[in-house]
């Protein structure tokens, strides 16, 4: 979180659930039958399981998911777990509490941990650890690993994208944090099972009931294989996480719904074939960091 925090949009520039839902509908009918609720923090928008009940309830929606911070999941899992939710991703970068509070700006990690704990509800992978590699961590990646051990779970390795100001920040890849895991949990073997419809490949350690993957877009570019798209809370079809690419649907939300599948369709058509990481000029490159775009 960047230390003077993030300037947050006006209530009227945010899309409301009955928007969203239309939009979400209109996907459907396009093929995309997975939603993932993420933010900023989902959790602390009024309504938000009521929400994901109603989206769950929409003709071909097959799964909908939420990725949150855990700060509010103690509270709320009772009534996640009433909505239908089909599995919580956890954004957790340490188990250190000085480090947590230098990345959040909050020590909070006390909350975050009640809220894991409160996820473990959910077994068969469905509860699921997000890591953003830090450098030089290797305590925190062993530390985070172990989440893994005595509970069915995915503890997922990210690698950090540059994006915006940060393209040319320091980033750690997966083979560095292998290296270390292996050194001291033991050979990892590569998970035949699939776990789930995103970019992860998942292994496993012997003795651990969880499993550990691996997010890579710049070790292991999986560009080719990436079906996925974000609607902003403003209303942006984002193609692309490197690009600013995509459709602003807001001003066409009271236009046909031909209308709207008809500019939904032509972003998809463009959608760009690979990102370039390693390139400092680019165009159409998102200069907006992923605290503002939504984690």
Same mark, same amino acid.
């Given at each position: 979180?960047?230390?003077?925090?993030?300037? =947050? *949009? %006006?209530?009227?520039?945010?899309?409301?659930?009955?928007?969203?839902?239309? $939009?979400? /509908?209109?996907? #459907?009918?396009?093929?995309?039958?997975?939603?993932?609720?993420?933010?900023?923090?989902?959790?602390?928008?009024?309504?938000?399981?009521?929400?994901?009940?109603?989206?769950?309830?929409?003709?071909?929606?097959?799964?909908?998911?939420?990725?949150?911070?855990?700060?509010?999941?103690?509270?709320?899992?009772?009534?996640?777990?009433?909505?239908?939710?089909?599995?919580?991703?956890?954004?957790?970068?340490?188990?250190?509490?000085?480090?947590?509070?230098?990345?959040?700006?909050?020590?909070?990690?006390?909350?975050?941990?009640?809220?894991?704990?409160?996820?473990?509800?959910?077994?068969?992978?469905?509860?699921?650890?997000?890591?953003?590699?830090?450098?030089?961590?290797?305590?925190?990646?062993?530390?985070?690993?172990?989440?893994?051990?005595?509970? =069915? *779970? %995915?503890?997922?390795?990210?690698?950090?994208?540059?994006?915006?100001?940060? $393209?040319? /920040?320091?980033? #750690?890849?997966?083979?560095?944090?292998?290296?270390?895991?292996?050194?001291?949990?033991?050979?990892?073997?590569?998970?035949?099972?699939?776990?789930?419809?995103?970019?992860?490949?998942?292994?496993?350690?012997?003795?651990?009931?969880?499993?550990?993957?691996?997010?890579?877009?710049?070790?292991?570019?999986?560009?080719?294989?990436?079906?996925?798209?974000?609607?902003?809370?403003?209303?942006?079809?984002?193609?692309?996480?490197?690009?600013?690419?995509?459709?602003?649907?807001?001003?066409?939300?009271?236009?046909?719904?031909?209308?709207?599948?008809?500019?939904?369709?032509?972003?998809?058509?463009?959608?760009?074939?690979?990102?370039?990481?390693?390139?400092?000029?680019?165009?159409?490159?998102?200069?907006?960091?992923?605290?503002?775009?939504?984690?």
């Amino acid at each position: 979180m960047p230390a003077e925090g993030v300037k =947050p *949009l %006006a209530h009227e520039e945010v899309l409301s659930y009955e928007d969203i839902l239309y $939009i979400c /509908s209109i996907l #459907t009918g396009l093929g995309i039958k997975r939603f993932k609720i993420t933010g900023g923090e989902p959790l602390v928008r009024h309504g938000v399981c009521d929400f994901i009940s109603t989206l769950k309830s929409l003709e071909k929606v097959e799964r909908v998911t939420l990725t949150t911070n855990g700060l509010l999941l103690a509270k709320y899992m009772p009534q996640l777990i009433e909505s239908g939710i089909d599995g919580i991703n956890l954004s957790l970068d340490t188990l250190n509490r000085q480090r947590y509070a230098e990345i959040t700006r909050h020590d909070l990690l006390s909350s975050a941990l009640q809220g894991l704990e409160a996820a473990k509800v959910l077994d068969d992978f469905k509860l699921k650890i997000n890591c953003v590699i830090m450098p030089s961590a290797s305590e925190d990646w062993l530390q985070l690993a172990a989440l893994a051990k005595d509970h =069915p *779970l %995915a503890v997922r390795f990210i690698e950090h994208m540059p994006l915006g100001g940060m $393209i040319n /920040s320091q980033c #750690t890849l997966e083979d560095e944090v292998k290296s270390v895991l292996e050194g001291a949990y033991g050979r990892l073997t590569l998970e035949e099972q699939t776990l789930g419809a995103g970019p992860a490949v998942y292994y496993r350690l012997e003795g651990f009931q969880g499993r550990i993957g691996f997010i890579s877009a710049l070790s292991h570019k999986f560009c080719r294989y990436c079906n996925r798209l974000r609607l902003t809370s403003s209303g942006f079809l984002k193609t692309c996480l490197q690009y600013n690419a995509g459709v602003n649907l807001r001003p066409l939300l009271r236009e046909s719904s031909e209308r709207i599948t008809q500019a939904i369709a032509e972003a998809i058509k463009n959608k760009p074939a690979e990102h370039f990481f390693n390139k400092s000029e680019l165009p159409l490159r998102e200069e907006a960091t992923m605290s503002q775009i939504g984690g």
